[in-house]
């Protein structure tokens, strides 16, 4: 799958999260809202990029007839976290054996160095060997800048990344691995 | 003008910038692009928020043949600057004495006290009588929580709010007055 944010549901490809009946973004999402519930963090996934080219009215209300999906200049979820800018996408890859870069455009790509840069965190949310990892931005980075390679080895992955805990609330508890990485004391 | 992400060009009215030929979302774009390549700010304006109902190929390319707008529960711009989350809107009104609260969604006016109470800045950029207000969260849940109008009269933007200077670039330096406001030592 290329770019999940850019699919409708329709055109999605079936991934099984073990019959969890829900797609990764779905997870993100309800993690997100229970995270807003609990005020524990605002982050929105960003609405799907398009360009509208026409637009009727039908009765009383607007109704888009023609739009077409852009490429995303930025990733799809970002917000804040205990006074943090946060900015991360999630991606999935039903290949086995590493991460094609393929799945990551150029324009986002500079998008996690800047956000980096400016004082904030990026990181991937990826889907792999049915495993939710945690990537941060920093080890995406030094991978990218020191390696001719166009995917990332799962091997990298399961050494750099974190395993993203799956439970009932929040789906993808990934604000833990934030917690450990970036507030030494652990979760508040 | 309710709410000017949720109108295409051709159904937006015309409010007159002196004649810059350009609107209060174009200017906004143009500063944030002039932020980012001078690496001083990174923040984006999000995708209109939609419901895609209908997706037809046409030859190879996906076209969106129906979606609806959504009502915005967030606002339209976010980002990163010296190391804080920012999370603002603009707002205009032809309304020469007061601005309507009816401009302001209520899911925004929570938005905004959740961002301030999470560590970020928030804030509305307002065009109104042909200036350019910054009007900062504070500012507006201080009005909100202490009064019953359904409106704030201008007098108490021109007192509490901060003009935004126009130049050549950036278009509208609304981050000068983050500096003023929020990092003492004034502009770095």
Same mark, same amino acid.
Request: aromatic share 14%; no cysteine; proline share 3%.
């Given at each position: 799958m290329f770019y999940p944010g850019n =699919? $409708? =549901?329709? @055109? +999605? =490809?079936?991934?099984? @999260? &073990?019959?969890r009946g829900m797609d990764l973004e779905d997870m993100i999402n309800q993690s997100n809202t229970y995270y807003l519930s609990e005020n524990r963090a605002v982050i929105y996934k960003k609405p799907t990029p398009i360009t509208i080219s026409e637009v009727r009215y039908q009765k009383t209300e607007r109704v888009i007839t023609k739009a077409y999906f852009r490429t995303p200049s $930025?990733?799809?979820?970002?917000? *804040? @976290?205990r006074g943090i800018y946060l900015d991360f996408d &999630? +991606?999935?890859? +039903?290949?086995? $054996? /590493?991460?094609? *870069? /393929?799945?990551l455009h150029h324009h986002q790509y500079e998008h996690i160095k800047k956000v980096i840069e400016h004082g904030g965190i990026s990181f991937l949310i990826i889907y792999m060997n049915g495993l939710f990892f945690y990537l941060d931005g920093h080890d995406i980075i030094d991978f990218i800048e020191n390696s001719t390679r166009k995917s990332i080895p799962y091997s990298f992955i399961e050494t750099n990344g974190h395993p993203i805990k799956q439970k009932i609330r929040p789906r993808l508890d990934y604000l833990e691995i934030i917690d450990t990485l970036y507030f030494k004391e652990g979760s508040h």
């Open positions: =699919k $409708t =549901k329709e @055109y +999605k =490809k079936n991934i099984n @999260y &073990a019959n $930025t990733l799809d979820y970002n917000g *804040l @976290y &999630a +991606k999935e890859t +039903k290949n086995r $054996t /590493s991460f094609p *870069l /393929s799945n």
